[in-house]
């Protein structure tokens, strides 16, 4: 496999044949990993919260869901939390998801073989549905264009993983990342909790200051999904 690392979401065309892998540690990609294994049937990205009102009125049933500035938008039925998506709200529902980065990284990617939505949450099962690739290319959502630690931390770790079972770091991004790879849980949960943007949620209260920890854990979902 040939693995690279886009530490914000490119520009230029996605790569032709390969497939996305979409981090956003905190929260999106965490987010919607719990609500797809919770039953949501399937989700929508959506670049604004005006694109997000609109799909919703073309999917009859949508939850629209996201937020700005880490707080739910007004008239959205769900925010941004892994918390709000159990499945007595997202069981066979759509979700027309519009987050401030991770929405956007997912769009980035529409051009990609498949979108793979990956987190610290499931990141052996992410690594493991990457077998048999040719070339895949880590999406990182980033915060507002910047660099964003915690998910370069998730392509350091996924970079070392693939590489240990025999894929190629190509390009810059991966070599910084696979610098940066947590060493084990304790590691991960460490770094991802003194991150700059773990640290403004935190900052938002008590919920969001949990939703941090649970993005901080390692391996507590067995399966990976695609969008």
């Not at 989700?43 to 869901?65: K, Q």
């Not at 709000?84 to 987050?99: N, P, W």
């Not at 079972?165 to 947590?182: H, I, K, Y």
Request: hydrophobic letters at 45%.
């Amino acid at each position: 496999m040939q693995l690279s690392v886009e530490l914000i979401p490119g520009r230029t065309p996605f790569p032709s044949g390969a497939t996305a892998v979409i981090v956003d540690v905190l929260r999106a990609t965490t987010s919607l990993t719990v609500a797809l294994a919770n039953g949501a049937r399937r989700v929508l990205e959506a670049a604004s919260p005006d694109e997000a009102f609109a799909r919703r009125d073309r999917e009859p049933g949508a939850l629209v869901c996201g937020e700005r500035e880490g707080r739910k938008v007004p008239g959205f039925d769900l925010g941004n939390s892994p918390s709000e998506y159990g499945a007595a709200v997202v069981a066979g529902r759509t979700l027309v998801f519009a987050s401030t980065n991770g929405s956007l990284a997912i769009r980035r990617a529409a051009g990609a073989r498949r979108r793979l939505l990956a987190a610290f949450v499931n990141a052996s099962a992410a690594a493991a549905s990457l077998a048999g690739e040719r070339r895949a290319v880590i999406v990182c959502a980033g915060k507002l264009g910047r660099f964003a630690l915690e998910d370069a931390l998730f392509a350091g770790w996924l970079c070392a993983r693939l590489e240990h079972d025999g894929a190629r770091l190509e390009g810059a991004g991966a070599t910084l990342a696979r610098a940066l790879a947590p060493r084990d849980a304790d590691e991960v949960r460490r770094l991802v909790e003194g991150a700059s943007h773990a640290r403004y949620l935190r900052s938002l209260g008590p919920e969001a200051a949990a939703d941090v920890e649970f993005c901080s854990r390692l391996d507590v979902i067995p399966r990976a999904f695609t969008v």
